[in-house]
């Protein structure tokens, strides 16, 4: 039995929505607090037991390369100067292969993980999009793993959404359940409102077996004129069975900038030495925002 060992994270995205931050910065290292909210993907792999990251970038992601790469005078300096603790933040996630490839033209998010397909093989594998970040007792992309080795199918991460946002994902139809996972009958891009089958998303984590990379191949583009991963997985489920995981664990939308903004505030309270000095620089905005103002 195969096991997942190898993760494709795709960060070809233009990131138009975080404008003009990410003119000439991936929207990929935009930090929440002091992590690059790729940094938090990349140690959730690690977290699950992943050997090799597989990155597909685009145009003007250098940062990204630079970033995970060593930064020998850095870390010598800290180390002179006895940090310690900011050594071991910088050398965080070293502990694993990271791989590069680019994206020549931006296809969609299907086509992306298509990019990868030499680098993985013959092999189940992970896919995780930076845009959800997930936190929780057990790491999310090792629950779908481990449905994975119970199943030998591929498992996507699912979570209930309110009604009203369902246009905004991929939506599955499902089936029938045993606890937390489903079968499903179908996989649908982003439905118009009111036609979406359920209100149980796709969240940005994804097993698979290598035969999602025959549809892939064949994929035509889909919503937003895009190569979509959703309709690749909706004939792998026609082929072979493709389950959905209602995974365990708080899931931030970091990919806009209203959740980018609650996600940096919630982390921020979550923090020992942010919690009561942002407390209570809040009491004073709200105290603020409740008096008329003059003029
Ligand atoms: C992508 C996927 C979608 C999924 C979403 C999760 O959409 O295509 O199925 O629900 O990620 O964040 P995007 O947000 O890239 O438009």
């Avoid at 145009?59 to 002179?80: C, P, T, V, Y």
């Avoid at 449905?147 to 991929?170: A, C, H, K, L």
């Avoid at 009958?185 to 209100?199: M, Q, R, W």
């Avoid at 909706?234 to 959740?259: C, I, P, W």
Wanted: proline fraction near 5%; charge should be negative.
């Amino acid at each position: 039995m195969k096991k997942v060992k190898k993760v494709i994270i795709p960060a070809a995205g233009l990131g138009t929505r975080f404008l003009p931050a990410t003119k000439a910065m991936p929207k990929e290292m935009l930090p929440i607090i002091n992590k690059p909210t790729i940094q938090y993907i990349v140690e959730e792999a690690i977290a699950s037991g992943i050997e090799d990251i597989i990155i597909v970038t685009g145009k003007g992601k250098r940062a990204i390369e630079d970033h995970f790469d060593n930064a020998f005078e850095l870390e010598s300096r800290l180390l002179e100067d006895g940090k310690l603790e900011l050594l071991k933040e910088v050398q965080r996630s070293s502990k694993v292969e990271i791989h590069y490839i680019r994206q020549k033209e931006p296809k969609g998010l299907g086509h992306a993980v298509w990019c990868a397909r030499k680098f993985i093989g013959d092999e189940p594998f992970g896919v995780m999009l930076g845009d959800d970040i997930v936190t929780g007792q057990i790491p999310c992309l090792k629950q779908l793993m481990d449905q994975y080795e119970e199943t030998q199918n591929s498992v996507i991460g699912v979570q209930v959404i309110p009604d009203e946002f369902t246009n905004r994902y991929g939506i599955i139809e499902p089936d029938q359940q045993d606890g937390r996972l489903y079968r499903v009958n179908n996989f649908v891009e982003k439905p118009p409102l009111g036609t979406a089958p359920s209100n149980l998303a796709i969240m940005g984590r994804y097993v698979f077996t290598p035969k999602i990379f025959k549809y892939l191949e064949m994929q035509e583009k889909g919503a937003g004129g895009e190569i979509q991963l959703t309709d690749a997985i909706q004939k792998l489920n026609q082929s072979e069975r493709v389950y959905a995981y209602n995974f365990e664990g708080t899931r931030y939308d970091v990919g806009e900038r209203l959740g980018y903004i609650l996600t940096t505030l919630e982390f921020a309270l979550q923090n020992e030495d942010l919690r009561y000095p942002l407390m209570d620089a809040m009491a004073e905005w709200l105290s603020k925002a409740g008096q008329p103002t003059i003029g």
